[in-house]
């Protein structure tokens, strides 16, 4: 009797108390026996940024297994000279670069045999061409290790569950302890750039020409520890066209650095920092080893050109670059627009001399002492009219132009 409710216990490892109670009472209105003490312990699954580990303590680590794999006193057996089998639950790292080791720690007598097969958490079988032999399983050797191979790319197989088919010995059962399966963790950066101040209209922010503009760079590391990292901030580079149409030359409107907080420095001509390559006329810090989990919060600042035509507009990014030098672990910020407006007080006046006032016209006379020839005298200041201040805004390269078509017209037709 106490065999036959053994055998339904493990065949039905998820009875609940209730079961239970009906089973005790039959058993106790059949007659006095005492019950085994039986441990009812399952999988326990455990994962972190590096490995996943399935022991045998609680529900967690197995999709399958078969009736005769018995789950008890932290190990999941085979008894002697049966076969058995047990599929994991999906394995699925939050971010890898490649997979590495399964490896099963058992203990098994001469002659028993473990074979290891690998699905996808679609429950298809990895194909032969990404892992050989796989179809029919690779059995493993006395180390229990198998070395998942390359050709199991990440990008194609995120998630894997891994199925053990186990056959004892005739004399000996096999007891698994431990499933473990490792992959190479990859860093995982986030970089964002922000303009500070300024007016924001639709992606682009709005300052007045001269005035300094700082950009406040914030990033993360996640999953996994960063090694020699380094941020760099570009000056802007302008992305706009300059005007010419009244004939200036080409202004030279380009911003320069100002300062950096947070250790940063700024080279002029490119360098390797850590390894990583940082581009001229950039602002760069060493931030160095970071553990998974950090964040952070730069500052650049950079001076604009008093008198920059009204409208030139520029745009930089960050880039968060580690030394481990593989692509993943290079981002970029997206990029951050800026325009400077430009808003000099322009003041002109005109006023002619070489002439005649009389009532309320002014006339050229030719006769002592005048000539007949007007003369006109116009004049041009970046000038508060209003508050009689001299504006602080430079204008760069002004043009002044005076139409006298109809002047010219009029003593064209009067004067011939």
């Known amino acids: ?117 690998i699905f996808d958490c679609d429950g298809d079988i990895v194909p032969d061409s990404a892992v050989p032999g796989n179809s029919s399983g690779r059995t493993l050797n006395s180390s229990g290790s198998f070395t998942i191979p390359s050709t199991m790319a990440a990008d194609s197989y995120p998630c894997i569950r891994v199925k053990l088919s186990l056959q004892s010995s005739s004399t000996l059962p096999i007891a698994v302890k431990q499933i473990k399966v490792t992959w190479q963790s990859k860093t995982v950066y986030t970089v964002n750039t922000t303009a500070q101040g300024g007016t924001k209209s639709g992606d682009v922010t709005n300052y007045p020409a001269g005035q300094s503009v700082s950009f406040r760079v914030d990033y993360s590391v996640s999953y996994s520890q960063g090694t020699g990292v380094v941020a760099y901030l570009p000056i802007p580079s302008l992305i706009s066209t300059l005007n010419t149409d009244y004939g200036q030359t080409a202004q030279d409107v380009a911003m320069s650095f100002s300062s950096a907080g947070q250790g940063g420095q700024f080279t002029n001509a490119a360098i390797q920092v850590n390894g990583v390559n940082v581009p001229a006329n950039s602002v760069y810090w060493d931030i160095g080893d970071k553990s998974a989990g950090s964040t952070g919060a730069l500052v650049a600042t950079f001076a604009t050109k008093n008198g920059s035509q009204n409208g030139v507009t520029y745009r930089t990014r960050a880039s968060l670059v580690s030394s481990e030098a593989s692509v993943e672990n290079i981002r970029d910020s997206e990029y951050r627009n800026i325009r400077l407006t ?75």
């Open 1 to 117: 009797m106490i065999k036959r409710i053994r055998s339904i216990f493990l065949k039905n490892p998820k009875l609940t108390k209730v079961g239970w109670g009906f089973l005790v009472l039959a058993v106790l209105g059949i007659g006095a026996f005492a019950l085994p003490k039986i441990l009812t312990i399952d999988a326990k699954f455990t994962q972190n940024d590096k490995q996943a580990v399935i022991e045998f303590s609680d529900a967690s680590g197995l999709s399958d297994r078969s009736d005769n794999v018995e789950i008890a006193q932290y190990q999941a057996t085979v008894p002697a000279g049966e076969a058995g089998d047990m599929t994991t639950v999906d394995i699925r790292p939050a971010s890898f670069s490649e997979w590495g080791l399964i490896t099963v720690d058992s203990e098994r007598g001469s002659g028993s045999v473990i074979r290891l097969q």
């Open 342 to 416: 430009s808003s000099p007080k322009l003041n002109i006046t005109k006023s002619a001399s070489n002439v005649i006032s009389i009532a309320r016209g002014t006339y050229a006379y030719e006769g002592a002492p005048y000539d007949g020839k007007v003369v006109y005298n116009v004049t041009a200041r970046n000038y508060d009219s209003i508050s009689s201040s001299t504006n602080t805004e430079t204008i760069f390269n002004p043009v002044i132009t005076d139409n006298l078509t109809a002047i010219d017209n009029f003593f064209s037709a009067y004067c011939p």
